[in-house]
């Protein structure tokens, strides 16, 4: 049990809590919905948590249908389904229901059930953003079944664009969920290994967000403290999945994750993004192998944060090579492979992903700036397992 409780408003509504669940009519209600479309992904779909709160739903009188046509890593059609779904059932909201896919496109189906331009339209570029319609856009009650991705707080999604088979960011701010729906709970049943990928997600997203330069110590803020909870929280909810506290904590550490990255990631999510984009990896499995070689590789702009970093962490070491130390202990104890290759990434890969990591939009926020030669140098570290190779 945990008695773990809040309704917080930053950086949007956050109902926070075990069993909370059962509040999600009012919420839908209370953001104008008589008819929600709750999208969630295959897998999921059959799950009893899916039946049930589509059953809260209906019982409270609102016209609830479900659309699960959303794959790992997920591209337009998905979304071009979705919205068909929607305006088939005069849908009014959307409830987005699962992990970071199921949360990405639902968030995207929400955007494009309004407009009448390609969804391409509106990536992440220059103020590309003012092309929504923003009248057109349905609200959204997110509900996150894992903690990592921290997509429920975030204001953009993102798809894979299959035409030239890159990672791209749909983003305009009022994608941030109106309400979000935290009940740990609805963690509990995830397996082990994917606790694990996913924590380490979380952790690349306050990492990345605190070592991002530029000058944002209220994002700095929420990233040391998302951190702590990881290190103090993500082995026990590894080794034990029913810890509702370890559960709990992490569901929070995952969000202060996505609200520390408004201020910029780096090369982990860079690295990462071809690889899931080209060969379908996990994402957080990806960051959580790319990581110590991206803080190895940035270890010049960090030295000084990091002794913060680790003095607030509580490690014995408090320098730059004990929080690398740290990163390396937890991914062993959690189950992490030490190199890509382990999860498919072959030497060959990393000429041709170079560009794409450099084009990648989380390059910006890396500490030190990363030319293409970097990044396929870097991709060979993380194929071979060569951590100190510069
Ligand atoms: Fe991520």
């Not at 993102?158 to 749909?170: P, S």
């Not at 935290?182 to 070592?211: F, K, R, W």
């Amino acid at each position: 049990m945990t008695t773990l409780r809040g309704n917080w408003n930053y950086p949007t509504s956050i109902k926070f809590g075990a069993g909370r669940i059962v509040e999600l009519p009012e919420h839908c209600r209370s953001l104008g919905m008589q008819r929600p479309l709750l999208v969630t992904d295959a897998g999921l779909a059959s799950l009893p948590m899916v039946a049930r709160a589509v059953e809260l739903c209906r019982e409270a009188g609102l016209g609830c249908e479900v659309f699960a046509d959303v794959q790992p890593n997920p591209v337009e059609a998905n979304v071009t389904a979705g919205v068909a779904a929607c305006r088939a059932g005069r849908h009014d909201g959307v409830i987005a229901f699962g992990g970071g896919s199921a949360l990405d496109a639902a968030k995207a189906i929400a955007l494009m059930v309004g407009q009448t331009r390609p969804i391409w339209d509106f990536e992440d570029r220059e103020d590309w953003y003012t092309r929504v319609n923003v009248a057109g856009m349905a609200p959204v009650v997110a509900i996150p079944t894992t903690a990592g991705t921290g997509s429920e707080v975030g204001r953009a999604s993102v798809l894979t664009d299959l035409r030239d088979h890159t990672k791209k960011i749909i983003f305009h701010p009022k994608m941030l969920p109106a309400i979000v729906l935290e009940d740990p709970e609805l963690t509990m049943g995830l397996p082990a290994h994917i606790t694990a990928a996913v924590g380490m997600d979380a952790l690349s997203h306050n990492l990345e967000a605190y070592c991002a330069p530029g000058y944002h110590p209220m994002a700095e803020g929420v990233a040391v403290e998302g951190m702590r909870l990881i290190k103090e929280w993500l082995p026990r909810a590894v080794r034990n999945g029913a810890d509702l506290e370890a559960r709990a904590h992490m569901l929070v550490a995952s969000s202060m994750g996505a609200t520390a990255f408004q201020k910029g990631l780096g090369a982990m999510h860079s690295l990462s993004h071809p690889c899931s984009a080209n060969l379908g990896t996990h994402h957080g499995l990806t960051n959580a192998v790319v990581m110590p070689y991206v803080l190895e590789w940035n270890r010049a702009a960090l030295e000084e944060k990091m002794l913060r970093l680790a003095a607030w962490l509580g490690l014995p070491n408090r320098s730059f090579d004990g929080v690398l130390q740290w990163v390396l202990d937890l991914r062993r104890e959690i189950g992490i492979p030490h190199t890509l290759a382990e999860i498919g990434v072959r030497a060959e890969h990393a000429k041709p992903f170079a560009p794409q990591a450099l084009n990648d939009p989380s390059t910006g926020g890396n500490p030190l700036p990363v030319t293409e030669q970097d990044f396929e140098r870097l991709y060979r570290n993380c194929i071979t397992g060569k951590l100190r190779a510069v």
